[in-house]
Nanobody, 115 residues
C-alpha cells in the first residue's frame, strides 16, 4: 500500500489549496477515504471522509471545516482530493489521507496558513 499526499504549501489567510492523495496497492474504489490533520503535540484530527460509490460518495466534515473544505475522489485515478477554501491560521497542520479499513498512512503534506 502506498499513499502519496501532495499539494500543501504556504498560503495567506483566506486563500485556497487543493490537496491530492494518490493511492496504490489496494482496491481504492472499495475503501472509504479520510483526510486527517495533525499539529505537533496534538492528536490527529479527522477533517473529512468520503464513502464509496456504493454509498453515493457520502461525505462527512468536521464542524471546523464545514462549508470551507470539499472532499472528492476519482476512482479511475485512485486519488482523493481535499479542496480547501477560506483558509485560516488554525488550519495549519500536516495533512494525511487514510483508507478504511486498514492502518496505512502516507508521509503527509504540510499546510501553513500565515500572513
Amino acid at each position: 500500500v502506498q499513499l502519496v499526499e501532495s499539494g500543501g504549501g504556504l498560503v495567506q489567510p483566506g486563500g485556497s489549496l487543493r490537496l491530492s492523495c494518490a493511492a496504490s496497492g489496494f482496491i481504492f474504489s472499495s475503501y472509504v477515504m479520510t483526510w486527517y490533520r495533525q499539529v505537533p503535540g496534538k492528536e490527529r484530527e479527522l477533517v473529512a471522509f468520503i464513502g464509496t460509490a456504493g454509498t453515493d460518495g457520502f461525505t462527512h466534515y468536521a464542524n471546523s471545516v464545514k462549508g470551507r473544505f470539499t472532499i472528492s475522489r476519482d476512482d479511475a485515478k485512485n486519488t482523493v482530493y481535499l479542496q480547501m477554501n477560506s483558509l485560516k491560521p488554525e488550519d495549519t497542520a500536516m495533512y494525511f489521507c487514510h483508507p478504511s479499513p486498514g492502518n496505512y498512512w502516507g508521509q503527509g503534506t504540510q499546510v501553513t496558513v500565515s500572513s
